[in-house]
């Protein structure tokens, strides 16, 4: 089955940008589409960015303008470029790649947006 590793996190001050990644060890075309959920403290998982195998996104209203998903097919890698973070945004941040009976998620990435 394929996996996948999530990098990229870490502390960043408010107004700052990250980009994480999600690397998949096999092909991420295996997926229909491709996604990043949230989950801040004592809180359920979120998602907030999607992108499908034809490159159509999604994005939750808290992110629009600020988060870009994108996808390198060659890497068989996701990213999220996350800028003008607020504290908000604080928690961990998880990859997962979906088709009909099967989703896979990655460990997931620590994000700490400090004021």
């Known amino acids: 089955q394929v996996q996948l590793v999530e990098s990229g996190g870490g502390l960043v001050l408010t107004g700052g940008s990250l980009r994480l990644s999600c690397a998949a060890s096999?092909?991420?075309?295996?997926?229909?589409?491709m996604g990043w959920y949230h989950q801040a403290p004592g809180k359920e998982r979120e998602l907030v960015a999607s992108?499908?195998?034809?490159?159509?996104?999604y994005y939750v209203d808290s992110v629009k303008g600020r988060f870009t998903i994108s996808r390198d097919n060659a890497k068989n890698t996701v990213y999220l470029q996350m800028n003008s973070l607020k504290p908000e945004d604080t928690g961990v941040y998880y990859c997962?790649?979906?088709?009909?009976?099967?989703?896979?998620w990655g460990q997931g990435t620590q994000v700490t947006v400090s004021s």
């Open positions: 997962t790649g979906r088709r009909p009976s099967l989703s896979v």
């Open positions: 096999g092909s991420i075309f295996m997926f229909s589409s």
């Open positions: 992108i499908t195998n034809g490159g159509s996104t």
